[in-house]
C-alpha cells in the first residue's frame, strides 16, 4: 500500500500536467476576443466610410421629393386659377345673356316708337277735342315705352346740335355746309339711337357740318 506522502505527490504530478491544458485554453480564448475586436472594428469602418454614401443619398431623395412636391403645388395652383378663370369667364357669359336678352326685341320696338315720335312732331296746331286726345294717347304710349326700355338698361342717344360727332354712337347720313357750326359737328339728328350699357343697338342718325 502507497503512503499518504506517495499519494500527495502523485496527485500534485497531476496537477502539473493540467497546467499545460488550462494555458491552451485561455490563450484560446483570447484569439477568440481578439477575432471578435477586429471584425468589431472593421465593422464600424465600414459603417463609417458608408455613412457619406448614406446621408448623399438621403440629401438626393429630400432634394427630389422637395422638388416634386414644388411641381405638384405649381399644378395644382395653375389649375385653382384656371377654375378661377373658367368660373369668371361663365359668370361673365350669364350675366351678358341676362343683360343683353333683350336686345332682338328691342331692335324690333325701337321702329315703333320712332313712328310715334314721328307722329308728335307733326301734330296741327288747330285740332279738335277728339283730335287732341288721340295725340295725348300717343304721347303717352310712346313715353311708356321708352319708360319700360330705360327699365331694362336701354337709354337713347340723342345728340344734341354743336355737339362733337362721335363714330361709336353716331351716324352720318348727310353733310350740311354752313359757318354756324364747327366742322364735323352735328347739326341736327334724324334718329334717336339706343344702347344697352356698353352695347349699341342703333346709332343716332345726325346730319354734320361741313365747311
Excluded: C, W
Excluded at 344697352?196 to 365747311?211: F, G, T
Aim: aromatic fraction near 4%.
Amino acid at each position: 500500500m502507497k503512503s499518504n506522502d506517495q499519494q500527495g505527490e502523485i496527485k500534485n504530478m497531476d496537477k502539473v500536467k493540467d497546467l499545460p491544458n488550462e494555458e491552451y485554453e485561455i490563450s484560446d480564448n483570447e484569439n477568440d476576443f481578439n477575432d471578435l475586436d477586429e471584425e468589431q472594428t472593421q465593422l464600424n469602418d465600414q459603417q463609417e466610410e458608408e455613412k457619406p454614401i448614406t446621408e448623399e443619398k438621403n440629401a438626393d431623395l429630400i432634394k427630389n421629393l422637395t422638388e416634386q412636391i414644388d411641381l405638384i403645388q405649381d399644378k395644382l395652383l395653375r389649375s385653382i386659377a384656371e377654375s378661377e378663370n373658367t368660373r369668371h369667364r361663365m359668370n361673365k357669359k350669364v350675366e351678358e345673356a341676362k343683360d343683353y336678352a333683350v336686345v332682338s326685341f328691342v331692335k324690333d320696338l325701337v321702329p315703333v316708337i320712332d313712328n310715334f315720335s314721328r307722329v308728335l312732331l307733326h301734330v296741327p296746331e288747330h285740332l279738335d277735342a277728339d283730335t287732341k286726345v288721340i295725340i295725348e294717347g300717343v304721347s303717352m304710349t310712346r313715353d311708356a315705352l321708352l319708360a319700360v326700355l330705360q327699365k331694362h338698361g336701354i337709354e337713347s342717344i340723342e345728340p344734341i346740335e354743336g355737339e362733337s360727332f362721335d363714330y361709336n354712337h353716331h351716324h352720318a347720313i348727310s353733310q350740311v355746309v354752313t359757318d354756324i357750326h364747327k366742322e364735323g359737328s352735328i347739326v341736327s339728328t334724324m334718329q334717336v339711337g339706343y344702347k344697352i350699357k356698353d352695347r349699341l343697338i342703333r346709332p343716332a342718325s345726325v346730319a354734320v357740318a361741313k365747311k
